[in-house]
């Protein structure tokens, strides 16, 4: 099992480098090409979703995305600092003023993750979210002598 860390800033411009490590790493994974845009647009919002967490939370710790290859899977997982980060649950003492857009938003990147990844899930607590999503590999062609 190989695994490639980034954690990069909370700033959005960090949001286009992760999605290019993913998108590498899951080719070497073995990932089939045509899956390879989705995989990037998938970690382009699970990253963009961290990051504005982070940004609205006042959380200075950086966005963390762990790349895993394991036999026949491909796992990414982009996780944030924020509290109870999953639609429904706002976190304890956030302001209510302007949260709905928040929160609107937030499902809507959800929602376009779910419709790009057939396995994703998202976990929250106290200490932070997770997205983690999955795609199936196949294995590299052996070349003949």
Known sequence: ??????????LPEHVRTARLV???????????EAV??????????ACTRAVGLHQSNGISAP??????????LFSIEVGDEAPGSVPGGAAPG????GSDAETEED???????SGLVDDVE???GEHGGLIRMSWPTTPPAVALS
């Open 1 to 10: 099992m190989a695994t490639v860390e980034l954690r990069f800033s909370a």
């Open 107 to 113: 499902e809507m990147g959800l929602a376009v993750i």
């Open 36 to 45: 390879l845009d989705e995989v990037r647009l998938a970690v382009g919002e």
């Open 122 to 124: 998202v976990t929250a």
């Open 63 to 72: 966005v963390q995305v762990t790349l895993i290859e394991e036999e026949k």
């Open 22 to 32: 993913a998108a590498a790493v899951a080719r070497r994974a073995g990932v089939d």
């Open 94 to 97: 956030a302001a209510s003023g």
